[in-house]
């Protein structure tokens, strides 16, 4: 059946048939996978991507894992997957996918083994989440004679944990970030002595040969080796925070001006990790006071760390790194492939537009695309920018070479990420990532791998997926060649669609009730949620249940270009419709943000600090809009016309009756949605300068309008509903001026619309019309461009907040205002973006939905009990969201009277009250007249302007 949907379900930029026993060559032949019975035991897109790779590469007995949030628990949330797998023989429910602790992880180790060998499983894929790093887990799955399709448990220890990959890294010359990689071996000598090593594993019966090691750091791994696999503490987390806190006493006293970056070592997507403020950042007559001050926090920091990651069990290794956070750097990493002999990359991605550690906007980094740039840029006599490009070019061969060592020196035989920040032009080792990356599809869109017989060069096959790449290695191994990587496209560029609010605050529980279907060039990873019902072709309903992580889907494009990329990603978003019940998304930001660099620099290298300070940017537009009346401004300017054509007055009010919708509609549609206004005003930020009370338009406003209704996807098509396109009679006045200026070009012989205005101007008639065609034709001038001063607002509210200040330099690096990087401005323009729930003054309302914890960690005390007082930025709860913890603070000083929640882990809902309080002071609320009379205060602001 042809459904509607069908370029998603057959898109031939990733599917393919990839059944290499269809081959007429032996030897490719010999590499089929179609014996490999694998249990997908991951969800979300790269389970359904899983699942359509192995059907095409002709594995058709693989079964997925199914975790009762994903089955059973949510109305609609059923796993999207099981539209297409309706086979319940390979379907296998679980509890949930790892365990809350490790003993339930333990057990679900084992009933994952029992499935597979119930079932006739030979192979296990673990994508990239849940226990996809787990190195024990990946080693039980070895001794029960499972194929894990992924590094081995060798590389998994070697690479996978944070602390000895950094050991491994400084061993084969790789540059890593400076910090403490020892925290546990630290606390242990500071808790025994070097010399109590022996007495502590007598004492707890731990056999552990110290004569085999080399020296003391040696031994104190060994010791505690020995006493996780016992199970039992050695030292506990306050041991740990204790020796951190010793080190961050020296770090914080060396680099007064540095923040550090806390990192459990088994933590991943930024998780299980904090930020240690600098000393200079707190108050002190002395740095030595200002370093206690910073140091205090380590403790408490170490134990969030260990608490977010469920790692704080009796027996866990409780390792944390502390390292210097380099504030202005770039998230970089290489894609490694290897098979435990040889080792290969394919190039990097930067990762760098992210927050809260969470990605957002991944972009491909290749040798070809940079190339070709810095041709473009040397060409356009941009030599700073060009001088950019090729220190870019040099980071990123030094990256692929360091990557290629480590991965050897880990015996990588499977795909891994190689993960780096870039400082200037200093790159520092992070972390290898001992899996797939979620944004894997940017890597193989620009390479695909040849792969050939060492006998026959004539004699190969392609491999264009990476998990086609890891499964042929999981099944063949060693006796895969190196391969060779191939261009397939220069560039590519991925965003992950959330669901988060306008603030990017994770927002669970919307319903998709409609999705509009992918356009040709947009690959949509979304766990087949745009599977149509087959029997109706269909879109069905989805709930966003969020019992796991914020993403919905993985939106990716290619191009010649970044610029070409970015252009098609733009157009992706544009016509992306998404509706449906308490939904909200990213789909707008994106938008901005594309169109962000699309109008202020494509090739501009932002820091990983970036996106906080634009959102806080977009905040101030939102905020200004707010202050704006959009009904009385026009109101005014109309006013404005009758009076200085009183004679006409009649027919000039409607004319602009006529218009008032035509103006008002769109930019009612931008001021609701500040993600558009950004981006709106970053590719037009030359249309027009407002100076001396006058506009001058430099590019023609009735194009500009036409081009908006366009950008808002409003464009006029018979059969859509009236509200989501410009209305019938609007479209005609609309048509009838584009028109007009179109015709009025081609006779000028001109679009430039500063010279067309000044033909205009005159009442001499070019050549080509005659006196009375010129006067109707300056006229009709009149008449169009009557009512467009409304569109200066947008102008004016780039302006009176700065917008443009945040800016690209001609090195692509991006200034950033220093007001955008106060935090008290940044939370302030959160809750403009989104407002938090409308509360009575003797309550405090949930500001999201989630699980509520009232205290840190089981067994410690609550925040706060009734009767206590609190302080404004007082933490008052934790709330986990889509497998993130936040904590809540006050927003201002009171008594708590009641607490309204009992117990921990209670599902919440927005706005729903979680305290009674008395507020130490009456808070005052604006009347809605007091309100509508400040809007028109500010409104007779900006109609002053261009009073002129």
Same mark, same amino acid.
């Given at each position: 059946?042809?459904?509607?949907?069908?370029?998603?379900?057959?898109?031939?930029?990733?599917?393919?048939?990839?059944?290499?026993?269809?081959?007429?060559?032996?030897?490719?032949?010999?590499?089929?996978?179609?014996?490999?019975?694998?249990?997908?035991?991951?969800?979300?897109?790269?389970?359904?991507?899983?699942?359509?790779?192995?059907?095409?590469?002709?594995?058709?007995?693989?079964?997925?894992?199914?975790?009762?949030?994903?089955?059973?628990?949510?109305?609609?949330?059923?796993?999207?997957?099981?539209?297409?797998?309706?086979?319940?023989?390979?379907?296998?429910?679980?509890?949930?996918?790892?365990?809350?602790?490790?003993?339930?992880?333990?057990?679900?180790?084992?009933?994952?083994?029992?499935?597979?060998?119930?079932?006739?499983?030979?192979?296990?894929?673990?994508?990239?989440?849940?226990?996809?790093?787990?190195?024990?887990?990946?080693?039980?799955?070895?001794?029960?004679?499972?194929?894990?399709?992924?590094?081995?448990?060798?590389?998994?220890?070697?690479?996978?944990?944070?602390?000895?990959?950094?050991?491994?890294?400084?061993?084969?010359?790789?540059? !890593?970030?400076?910090?403490?990689?020892?925290?546990?071996?630290?606390?242990?000598?500071?808790?025994?002595?070097?010399?109590?090593?022996?007495?502590?594993?007598?004492?707890?019966?731990?056999?552990?040969?110290?004569?085999?090691?080399?020296?003391?750091?040696?031994?104190?791994?060994?010791?505690?080796?020995?006493?996780?696999?016992?199970?039992?503490?050695?030292?506990?987390?306050?041991?740990?925070?204790?020796?951190?806190?010793?080190?961050?006493?020296?770090?914080?006293?060396?680099?007064?001006?540095?923040?550090?970056?806390?990192?459990?070592?088994?933590?991943?997507?930024?998780?299980?990790?904090?930020?240690?403020?600098?000393?200079?950042?707190?108050?002190?007559?002395?740095?030595?006071?200002?370093?206690?001050?910073?140091?205090?926090?380590?403790?408490?920091?170490?134990?969030?760390?260990?608490?977010?990651?469920?790692?704080?069990?009796?027996?866990?290794?409780?390792?944390?790194?502390?390292?210097?956070?380099?504030?202005?750097?770039?998230?970089?990493?290489?894609?490694?492939?290897?098979?435990?002999?040889?080792?290969?990359?394919?190039?990097?991605?930067?990762?760098?537009?992210?927050?809260?550690?969470?990605?957002?906007?991944?972009?491909?980094?290749?040798?070809?695309?940079?190339?070709?740039?810095?041709?473009?840029?040397?060409?356009?006599?941009?030599?700073?920018?060009?001088?950019?490009?090729?220190?870019?070019?040099?980071?990123?061969?030094?990256?692929?070479?360091?990557?290629?060592?480590?991965?050897?020196?880990?015996?990588?035989?499977?795909?891994?990420?190689?993960?780096?920040?870039?400082?200037?032009?200093?790159?520092?080792?992070?972390?290898?990532?001992?899996?797939?990356?979620?944004?894997?599809?940017?890597?193989?869109?620009?390479?695909?791998?040849?792969?050939?017989?060492?006998?026959?060069?004539?004699?190969?096959?392609?491999?264009?997926?990476?998990?086609?790449?890891?499964?042929?290695?999981?099944?063949?191994?060693?006796?895969?060649?190196?391969?060779?990587?191939?261009?397939?496209?220069?560039?590519?560029?991925?965003?992950?669609?959330?669901?988060?609010?306008?603030?990017?605050?994770?927002?669970?529980?919307?319903?998709?009730?409609?999705?509009?279907?992918?356009?040709?060039?947009?690959?949509?990873?979304?766990?087949?949620?745009?599977?149509?019902?087959?029997?109706?072709?269909?879109?069905?309903?989805?709930?966003?249940?969020?019992?796991?992580?914020?993403?919905?889907?993985?939106?990716?494009?290619?191009?010649?270009?970044?610029?070409?990329?970015?252009?098609?990603?733009?157009?992706?978003?544009?016509?992306?419709?998404?509706?449906?019940?308490?939904?909200?998304?990213?789909?707008?930001?994106?938008?901005?943000?594309?169109?962000?660099?699309?109008?202020?620099?494509?090739?501009?290298?932002?820091?990983?600090?970036?996106?906080?300070?634009?959102?806080?940017? !977009?905040?101030?537009?939102?905020?200004?809009?707010?202050?704006?009346?959009?009904?009385?401004?026009?109101?005014?300017?109309?006013?404005?016309?009758?009076?200085?054509?009183?004679?006409?007055?009649?027919?000039?009010?409607? !004319?602009?009756?006529?218009?008032?919708?035509?103006?008002?509609?769109?930019?009612?549609?931008?001021?609701?949605?500040?993600?558009?206004?950004?981006?709106?005003?970053?590719?037009?930020?030359?249309?027009?300068?407002?100076?001396?009370?006058?506009?001058?338009?430099?590019?023609?406003?009735?194009?500009?309008?036409?081009?908006?209704?366009?950008?808002?996807?409003?464009?006029?098509?018979?059969?859509?509903?009236?509200?989501?396109?410009?209305?019938?009679?609007?479209?005609?006045?609309?048509?009838?001026?584009?028109?007009?200026?179109?015709?009025?070009?081609?006779?000028?012989?001109?679009?430039?619309?500063?010279?067309?205005?000044?033909?205009?101007?005159?009442?001499?008639?070019?050549?080509?019309?005659?006196?009375?065609?010129?006067?109707?034709?300056?006229?009709?001038?009149?008449?169009?461009?009557?009512?467009?001063?409304?569109?200066?607002?947008?102008?004016?509210?780039?302006?009176?907040?700065?917008?443009?200040?945040?800016?690209?330099?001609?090195?692509?690096?991006?200034?950033?205002?220093?007001?955008?990087?106060?935090?008290?401005?940044?939370?302030?323009?959160?809750?403009?973006?989104?407002?938090?729930? !409308?509360?009575?003054?003797?309550?405090?309302?949930?500001?999201?939905?989630?699980?509520?914890?009232?205290?840190?960690?089981?067994?410690?005390?609550?925040?706060?009990?009734?009767?206590?007082?609190?302080?404004?930025?007082?933490?008052?709860?934790?709330?986990?969201?889509?497998?993130?913890?936040?904590?809540?603070?006050?927003?201002?000083?009171?008594?708590?009277?009641?607490?309204?929640?009992?117990?921990?882990?209670?599902?919440?809902?927005?706005?729903?009250?979680?305290?009674?309080?008395?507020?130490?002071?009456?808070?005052?609320?604006?009347?809605?007249?007091?309100?509508?009379?400040?809007?028109?205060?500010?409104?007779?602001?900006?109609?002053?302007?261009?009073?002129?």
């Amino acid at each position: 059946m042809q459904t509607s949907n069908n370029y998603y379900l057959n898109n031939p930029l990733i599917h393919k048939d990839r059944q290499l026993d269809k081959s007429s060559s032996e030897w490719v032949r010999s590499f089929s996978c179609k014996d490999l019975k694998p249990l997908i035991i991951c969800r979300g897109p790269i389970r359904k991507e899983a699942m359509d790779v192995f059907d095409e590469m002709g594995i058709n007995s693989y079964g997925i894992l199914l975790s009762e949030k994903d089955s059973i628990t949510y109305t609609n949330a059923l796993a999207p997957e099981l539209r297409t797998l309706t086979d319940p023989n390979r379907v296998h429910r679980v509890p949930d996918y790892t365990g809350a602790t490790k003993d339930e992880r333990q057990k679900r180790i084992q009933q994952i083994i029992r499935i597979a060998h119930d079932n006739g499983y030979n192979a296990i894929f673990a994508g990239y989440g849940f226990m996809s790093e787990d190195a024990e887990m990946v080693e039980s799955m070895e001794e029960a004679g499972l194929n894990f399709i992924g590094p081995c448990s060798f590389t998994q220890k070697a690479a996978g944990m944070k602390d000895q990959a950094k050991r491994t890294a400084l061993e084969t010359g790789v540059s !890593v970030t400076p910090g403490v990689n020892n925290a546990t071996s630290l606390a242990l000598f500071a808790k025994y002595g070097k010399d109590g090593l022996d007495k502590c594993a007598k004492d707890n019966n731990l056999d552990v040969d110290f004569a085999a090691c080399k020296d003391d750091e040696e031994k104190a791994l060994a010791l505690l080796a020995a006493s996780y696999d016992a199970g039992i503490d050695i030292i506990d987390a306050a041991d740990i925070g204790a020796a951190l806190q010793v080190e961050a006493k020296r770090m914080l006293a060396e680099k007064p001006n540095n923040r550090f970056r806390l990192k459990a070592i088994a933590g991943g997507g930024g998780k299980g990790q904090r930020i240690l403020q600098s000393a200079n950042s707190y108050d002190g007559a002395t740095l030595e006071e200002k370093v206690e001050k910073a140091a205090a926090k380590v403790p408490s920091l170490v134990l969030e760390c260990l608490i977010e990651l469920k790692t704080n069990g009796v027996g866990d290794n409780k390792n944390v790194l502390i390292e210097m956070n380099i504030d202005t750097t770039r998230h970089q990493e290489i894609q490694v492939v290897g098979n435990g002999e040889w080792c290969m990359t394919m190039g990097g991605r930067d990762c760098s537009l992210q927050m809260h550690e969470q990605k957002l906007l991944e972009v491909s980094v290749t040798e070809e695309e940079l190339k070709a740039a810095i041709t473009v840029a040397e060409d356009a006599g941009k030599t700073e920018e060009a001088g950019q490009l090729k220190k870019d070019l040099v980071i990123l061969q030094r990256m692929e070479e360091e990557g290629a060592v480590f991965g050897q020196a880990v015996k990588l035989d499977s795909v891994g990420t190689f993960e780096c920040i870039v400082d200037g032009e200093a790159h520092y080792f992070m972390e290898m990532n001992t899996r797939i990356q979620v944004e894997h599809r940017v890597t193989e869109l620009c390479y695909k791998l040849k792969f050939t017989n060492p006998d026959n060069p004539a004699d190969f096959f392609i491999a264009e997926s990476l998990v086609e790449v890891m499964a042929l290695l999981a099944r063949h191994g060693k006796r895969l060649p190196k391969p060779e990587r191939i261009v397939r496209e220069k560039t590519s560029v991925e965003a992950r669609m959330n669901a988060t609010n306008q603030a990017l605050q994770p927002h669970a529980g919307g319903i998709i009730e409609n999705w509009s279907n992918a356009i040709p060039g947009e690959i949509r990873d979304d766990q087949g949620i745009s599977t149509h019902n087959p029997d109706t072709d269909v879109f069905m309903k989805y709930h966003l249940a969020g019992a796991y992580d914020s993403n919905i889907a993985l939106l990716l494009t290619t191009g010649e270009t970044r610029l070409d990329s970015y252009n098609r990603m733009a157009e992706i978003l544009r016509r992306t419709e998404l509706r449906g019940k308490d939904l909200a998304t990213n789909l707008e930001f994106h938008y901005g943000l594309v169109h962000w660099f699309i109008g202020n620099g494509i090739n501009a290298r932002p820091s990983t600090r970036f996106i906080v300070p634009y959102l806080t940017a !977009v905040g101030l537009l939102k905020e200004q809009a707010n202050q704006l009346d959009l009904d009385y401004a026009y109101g005014q300017i109309r006013q404005r016309y009758l009076e200085a054509n009183a004679e006409q007055a009649a027919e000039w009010a409607a !004319v602009l009756d006529a218009k008032k919708l035509l103006f008002t509609r769109p930019l009612e549609r931008l001021f609701a949605e500040p993600h558009y206004m950004s981006g709106w005003l970053s590719i037009n930020k030359k249309a027009l300068v407002i100076k001396d009370g006058s506009i001058e338009w430099l590019e023609n406003p009735i194009l500009l309008l036409d081009r908006l209704y366009h950008y808002l996807n409003m464009d006029f098509e018979v059969g859509k509903p009236a509200r989501y396109m410009i209305w019938d009679h609007d479209h005609d006045i609309l048509d009838a001026a584009v028109g007009f200026y179109k015709s009025l070009e081609e006779k000028l012989g001109t679009a430039d619309f500063t010279a067309i205005q000044k033909a205009l101007g005159s009442d001499a008639a070019p050549a080509g019309f005659s006196g009375d065609e010129w006067a109707a034709v300056r006229s009709a001038h009149a008449g169009y461009m009557a009512g467009t001063e409304l569109l200066a607002v947008l102008a004016h509210i780039a302006s009176s907040t700065g917008f443009f200040e945040l800016a690209v330099q001609p090195d692509l690096s991006i200034e950033i205002p220093e007001r955008l990087t106060e935090e008290s401005l940044q939370k302030r323009m959160a809750k403009v973006l989104v407002p938090p729930p !409308v509360a009575k003054s003797d309550e405090i309302l949930a500001a999201s939905g989630g699980m509520f914890y009232p205290r840190e960690a089981p067994g410690m005390d609550v925040f706060v009990n009734e009767g206590d007082h609190f302080e404004a930025g007082d933490t008052l709860y934790i709330v986990e969201v889509m497998k993130m913890f936040n904590k809540v603070v006050a927003p201002f000083a009171g008594t708590i009277e009641k607490v309204l929640i009992e117990g921990d882990g209670v599902i919440i809902k927005k706005g729903q009250p979680l305290f009674k309080v008395n507020p130490d002071e009456k808070i005052e609320v604006e009347t809605p007249e007091q309100i509508a009379a400040a809007r028109r205060a500010s409104t007779d602001g900006f109609l002053a302007g261009i009073a002129g």
